[in-house]
């Protein structure tokens, strides 16, 4: 090697050792808290799915019955949340027409599943509004957006559209794997 390449090696070392240091010390420097990924990672309020369940089902003039239906309506949110549940289902028509974003304003949609001996499932997709409920029975008026409502049959399974839910803070019991608007079926002065 050269002289003159050794003292130019000499000179530039100092430099390339100080660089070397500064990207080591980048390197392994913690990195600075995300604020734009905290900044657009909004808490949604979970939506919810609703399943009510009838020993048997009846369709005629639009109208879906129910019959001999569970008392309760179950419901169930997806991921992350995974918030499971019951409601009475005088509580839950009763929530129906609550809210600026409820049921009646904005009618559901939902897929009734139904089974008839010797025959196949059979399973539509409706529209429902106008619930009532008769003792063990549960109608809606119903407008059909795919496939066909049998005229009767047996255990059927309506699973139902859900929404985020009206929060009634007078009910909220501060359990976060429940949501507050459910919470007033189990209240010790519920209807």
């Not at 050269?2 to 100080?18: E, F, I, K, Y």
């Not at 089902?57 to 309506?73: C, F, H, I, N």
């Amino acid at each position: 090697m050269s002289r003159r390449s050794v003292s130019m090696l000499g000179t530039h070392v100092p430099g390339v050792a100080a660089l070397a240091i500064l990207l080591i010390a980048v390197l392994c420097a913690p990195p600075p808290p995300p604020t734009w990924a905290q900044a657009k990672a909004e808490t949604k309020p979970p939506e919810f799915l609703f399943v009510q369940t009838a020993k048997n089902v009846a369709y005629k003039d639009g109208v879906l019955t129910l019959q001999k239906v569970s008392p309760v309506t179950v419901f169930f949110s997806d991921r992350p949340q995974r918030i499971v549940g019951h409601v009475r289902n005088d509580l839950f028509l009763k929530k129906w027409t609550e809210g600026g974003n409820s049921f009646k304003s904005d009618p559901p949609n939902a897929v009734l599943s139904v089974f008839n001996e010797k025959t196949p499932p059979t399973g539509a997709v409706v529209v429902l509004t106008n619930p009532r409920l008769d003792g063990e029975n549960l109608a809606y008026d119903v407008r059909t957006l795919k496939g066909a409502l049998p005229a009767t049959g047996l255990d059927g399974t309506l699973f139902i559209d859900g929404s985020s839910g009206y929060c009634d803070p007078s009910y909220d019991i501060g359990d976060p794997g429940y949501p507050c608007w459910a919470q007033k079926a189990f209240a010790g002065n519920a209807p």
